[in-house]
């Protein structure tokens, strides 16, 4: 055990390890550079753009198709999105961007999606402070730059970067005792994406206070919801909920790069009826894994209520749960454990063991594995490419499992921690 231990640490300490880091990392960001300009006609910009530009016109983005304006303004169109794929909030916020012309609107939107990635490296920096040395933060930002999730954000456009620095800075005015300012936050994120929500509840309770300051703490991000809702209109929010998010639900299934374990019991099932279910197989399907995730959203919570002591690592508890009960979730959504992965790396690194080590690289690597396995074999196997495909599923219940063996053995003893 001492023998690979100090082989461990002489890897660790090879400045060979930096001057790669700092060069792929560069590598990367050329790549970025040669890449992200010809992506302003394709997803999910041209999803964003088109429904923002069709609501300035007066038109309806969920109930009417974006295949025309798609195409008169040089997007491309993909059949099976027919619709506005995005809440309302987020349409309307992004009309802004789609009064201007798309690939202005484009470099605008990439220049906002790098900054949020700054700030999301900045804020893990910050929450951490002294536990992360400087050659820490480099590694954290070298594999955050270089990752899948990252380039996938980038690539195709995504907002989770942009959610993932709203709930940071949350957690951040949380940490410094702005508790209400924090719950808006993620109430504003949640109303922008839905899924954030999970996180409110935690937001709410685990900060200083009497009920009563719990209460309007609630009371105003329910309020501020309430608000956005009538502000982007009710109308379109209804046509959200019937033409846009069936849609949305409709594609995870056999689908090899959702990870939600939603998507999973629910391809499980299709697997099961030969992917040929009836509707109402289908609805059933869909209850159960949906029922499913919510049961471990709910097991998160209930183990935050049993282990009071260590509320950083409840935050990365209920950011995994979060992400394992969304009902569609994507290699770019893995973003969200920047700082969760980030944290796991200095608590490992207080008290290192061969065993911890390599499964944190385990689970790095795993939640790195988001395109879709290529093989012949597997093809012909659909139920082992279904579990192959699920990989970052796994990473991301392993990180689950660290976390919430930090709060079980923390839950009396240890001192209540940022």
């Known amino acids: 055990m001492s023998e690979t231990m100090n082989w461990l640490r002489r890897l660790g300490q ?23 300009p010809q992506r ?63 690939r202005a609107a484009f470099g605008i939107w990439l220049a906002i999606e790098i900054g949020c990635l700054i700030v999301v490296l900045g804020l893990t920096r910050r929450l951490l402070g002294e536990r992360l040395s400087r050659r820490g933060w480099l590694f954290v930002a070298a ?16 907002v989770q970067l942009f959610l993932t620095a709203v709930i940071l800075a949350a957690y951040v005015a949380h940490r410094a005792g702005r508790h209400g300012w924090a719950c808006l936050a ?19 309770w685990s900060g200083k206070g009497t009920a009563r300051t719990r209460a309007c703490r609630l009371a105003g991000a329910i309020g501020l919801a309430i608000m956005v809702i009538l502000l982007s209109g009710p109308s379109l929010w209804r046509d959200f909920l019937q033409f846009s998010l069936p849609m949305d639900t409709e594609e995870a299934i056999a689908r090899t790069f959702h990870f939600s374990l939603p998507a999973l019991v629910t391809n499980l099932g299709y697997w099961y009826h030969g992917f040929n279910p009836t509707p109402q197989v289908k609805e059933w399907w869909w209850f159960v894994g949906t029922a499913t ?22 935050f990365c508890v209920l950011c995994i749960a979060m992400l394992s009960g969304t009902l569609t979730m994507q290699g770019h959504y893995f973003v969200f454990l920047v700082f969760p992965l980030a944290v796991a790396a200095t608590r490992i690194a207080a008290r290192p063991t061969p ?64």
Not at 14 to 36: C, E, H, K, M
Not at 193 to 199: G, I, N, R, V
Request: with cysteine.
């Open 14 to 36: 090879n400045r060979l390890l930096d001057v790669g880091a700092v060069l792929v990392t560069v590598l990367v960001i050329v790549y970025w550079g040669t890449i992200l």
């Open 40 to 102: 302003w006609s394709d997803f999910d910009f041209n999803n964003y753009y088109v429904s923002g530009r069709m609501l300035l016109e007066g038109q309806n983005p969920y109930s009417t198709s974006l295949q025309e304006m798609s195409r008169s303004l040089g997007f491309r169109y993909a059949a099976d999105l027919p619709h506005a794929g995005y809440p309302p909030s987020f349409i309307w916020l992004f009309a802004a961007l789609a009064a201007l012309p798309p």
């Open 143 to 158: 594999l955050t730059i270089t990752s899948r999730t990252v380039s996938y954000g980038l690539y195709y456009s995504q």
């Open 186 to 204: 993620v109430s504003a994120a949640g109303i922008l994406k839905l899924y954030p929500l999970a996180l409110l509840p935690w937001f709410v």
């Open 293 to 314: 995730a919510l049961a471990v959203i709910a097991g998160g919570y209930g183990l935050c209520l049993l282990s009071p002591r260590d509320p950083e690592a409840q």
């Open 355 to 418: 065993g911890k080590v390599f499964c944190l690289i385990a689970i790095i690597v795993a939640v790195n594995c988001v395109d879709p396995p290529i093989s012949p074999f597997l093809w012909r196997h659909p139920l082992l490419y279904i579990l192959v495909s699920n990989v970052p599923l796994y990473g991301l219940f392993g990180l689950g499992l660290f976390f919430g063996r930090e709060l079980w053995v923390r839950r009396f003893s240890a001192p209540r921690l940022p």
